[in-house]
């Protein structure tokens, strides 16, 4: 007897009008929010962290309440140096922590720790912003010590079309591929597909969009996101004596 709720009807038909399913590939359904602090300290250098906290539903009961389990919490720390060819990104350590499910709910978690390094990109018009990023990543469990590293690469296109100034919503598109790398040979791990509205005013970024992966590192899986973000960004005032 199948058991249908309020909750798993709504995200059934929110997800089914934005992605198709596939009868092949295991559904999973996500919330995933983050929190950016930046600062910058001059027109090159700029440090900052950030916190991301994702749930989930219960996939294995083929569940569709994307609120309902922890999925994933991390800290993670950066330095960014601009300069005339793009801003170098530097990410010397960040934290992770991953909840893994049974069908009764939480059963344990998995720690690990990630290092990453690259380059990003932007090129503004008054119709138009164009932005890619480049990023090399190591991983490394915590637990047994197994890691392994992976490239990304990322490209974003938001164009302007409902304001102008320093104040504004709008939309945009952006993807992401993730290969796993191993010696001279590279596997496809996941790609992420992003579109939704940003807000810029001042020194607030804020995004609400929704991400759909896809990830087959040994089996598919599709990952249905709605996906949050908030970055606040100081400016560093230097004294004169």
């Known amino acids: 007897m199948i058991r249908l709720t309020f909750a798993s009807v709504f995200w059934r038909l929110f997800f089914l009008f934005l992605i198709p399913f596939e009868a092949e590939a295991q559904n999973h359904y996500e919330f995933w929010s983050k929190l950016a602090i930046e600062k910058k300290l001059d027109t090159h250098w700029s440090v900052g962290f950030d916190a991301q906290h994702r749930l989930q539903s219960n996939y294995i009961l083929n569940r569709t309440n994307p609120f309902k389990y922890r999925l994933f919490d991390n800290i993670r720390v950066w330095v960014n140096y601009k300069t005339s060819i793009g801003t170098v990104v530097v990410s010397p350590y960040a934290l992770f922590r991953n909840y893994d499910l049974n069908t009764d709910g939480f059963i344990n978690h998995k720690d690990e720790w990630r290092m990453a390094i690259g380059i990003q ?24 010590n197994n890691g392994f590293d992976r490239v990304r690469f990322q490209i974003r296109l938001r164009p302007m079309v409902f304001g102008k100034g320093h104040s504004n919503f709008q939309p945009y598109i952006q993807e992401e591929y993730f290969y796993r790398v191993n010696g001279y040979q590279s596997v496809f791990d996941q790609n992420r597909i992003q579109t939704g509205i940003k807000h810029k005013k001042e020194r607030w970024d804020i995004n609400f969009a929704y991400q759909n992966t896809t990830q087959h590192p040994n089996q598919l899986h599709f990952r249905h996101q709605i996906y949050t973000s908030l970055q606040y960004t100081i400016q560093l005032t230097l004294k004169k004596n």
């Not at 932007?122 to 915590?142: K, M, N, P, V």
């Open 121 to 144: 990109k932007s090129r503004q018009t008054a119709q138009l912003e164009l932005a890619g990023r480049f990023l090399a990543e190591h991983r490394q469990s915590i637990v047994d």
